[in-house]
């Protein structure tokens, strides 16, 4: 939802699907680069942070994109109206700038769905029980989205359950679509991969390890709903319509091939020498925060050896001037092989080693997961060990 012309075109989507009798919600989020424009603008005023601040002004780049959107479509002669998170019943905890979902009560989306109306729904954002308005964390409306999708799917449920669990989505009860700027799902991000392989179809389980290791294309957290839903997604182009089909595993249970190649966005690595007590404390507080924990590991063998985590650069900083003098850090860059079965298979991991080696990049750092495999680099070697490993994994195996 780029610009005015791009909104219409969205809305003319929409105006189709409702056509064919559907009843249609939409999730929006902010018009290209608002969200960032209005990160910035805070900037410039304080360099302060003040997160619930934060989110009253982001939560306003969503709310333009909804109005501008419904008032397309009664251009197009739909009916449409348009809420904020909180009208459509988002209920959050109370975590500003990366808030989880607790429940949806969409009695008010269901009411307007009921009158033949479209509804538009702000993405990213919703309420807490305090009535605060929150933010789910930059990315955030694909998770409104499938959450909602859910919610609204299962009418035994009635919005999702206190306790956060979710029913399956009876087979053909809902759909959702999520319509980006890319063609779908690539086995790595063809802006620096040219000869990446765009999936028609993909498992939810290969695509939540994708997500989760760093492709930036969904919010892992959408991924996880969709899984525990086991609802299938359509990730596509919102103008082409090209896109790829997350759905439950149908492929060959035991294949081994590499699937995609992921970098993470930048991430500190914290070293501490914390007792076993203090570190748990730490890591309290990293749950508290629902800080993403990207690693973590002990150092050492004696008793005071504490850990290395793996956490966001931002959090690292505050983790450096919170405990100064008891950590280092530095930056680091992830970059993940996603397939399956490496934890049983070494293969793929010697050839990366070969590869890497044979590119002079140096790996300072290794994870292996049942799913996936980080080689973890210095930040300025990330894009050449995705092109090395892109090769040496992905185009040099027979699918
Ligand atoms: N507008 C928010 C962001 O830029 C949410 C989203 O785009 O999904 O992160
Ligand atoms: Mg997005």
Not at 198 to 225: C, K
Request: hydrophobic share 40%.
């Amino acid at each position: 939802m780029g610009n005015p012309e791009k909104i219409r075109g969205v809305a003319l989507r929409v105006a189709e699907a409702k056509r064919h009798g559907q009843p249609v919600v939409v999730v929006v989020s902010a018009m290209g680069d608002t969200t960032d424009e209005l990160l910035g603008l805070a900037r410039k005023v304080t360099p302060a942070t003040c997160e619930r601040e934060l989110d009253m002004l982001l939560t306003a780049g969503e709310r333009i994109s909804m109005a501008l959107l419904s008032m397309a479509l009664r251009d197009h002669g739909i009916e449409a109206i348009s809420f904020t998170g909180s009208q459509a019943g988002i209920i959050t905890d109370e975590n500003h700038t990366r808030a989880r979902i607790l429940e949806i009560r969409p009695t008010r989306v269901r009411q307007e769905l009921e009158k033949g109306r479209v509804v538009i729904v702000a993405g990213f954002q919703g309420v807490s029980r305090a009535k605060e308005v929150t933010t789910l964390g930059r990315g955030g409306s694909d998770t409104t989205a499938v959450a909602l999708a859910v919610a609204l799917g299962d009418s035994s449920l009635g919005g999702v359950p206190r306790d956060g669990s979710l029913g399956r989505v009876p087979r053909g009860h809902a759909k959702c679509e999520i319509f980006t700027d890319v063609e779908g799902i690539f086995s790595a991000d063809p802006g620096l991969v040219p000869k990446a392989r765009r999936y028609r179809r993909l498992s939810t389980d290969l695509m939540l390890e994708m997500a989760v290791r760093g492709a930036q294309v969904m919010h892992p957290r959408s991924i996880e709903i969709a899984r525990i839903a086991g609802m299938p997604l359509f990730v596509g182009h919102s103008v082409t319509g090209e896109g790829t089909m997350i759905e439950p595993a149908k492929e060959t249970l035991e294949s081994e091939t590499p699937r995609a190649v992921a970098v993470t966005a930048r991430r500190g690595l914290v070293r501490m020498t914390f007792s076993e007590s203090e570190a748990a404390a730490v890591l309290d507080e990293t749950a508290e925060l629902n800080l993403p924990l990207h690693d973590c590991r002990r150092n050492g063998e004696d008793t005071a050896a504490g850990l290395s985590l793996v956490l966001d650069p931002a959090e690292c900083r505050a983790f450096v001037e919170k405990y100064a003098g008891r950590v280092t850090a530095r930056g680091l860059a992830g970059v993940s092989v996603i397939g399956r079965h490496f934890q049983q298979n070494a293969r793929p991991l010697s050839r990366a080693f070969h590869a890497l080696e044979q590119a002079r990049i140096a790996t300072l750092r290794l994870t292996t997961h049942p799913q996936s495999f980080t080689v973890w680099v210095s930040d300025a070697d990330a894009s050449g060990a995705v092109t090395v490993l892109h090769k040496a994994l992905i185009e040099n195996t027979a699918d």
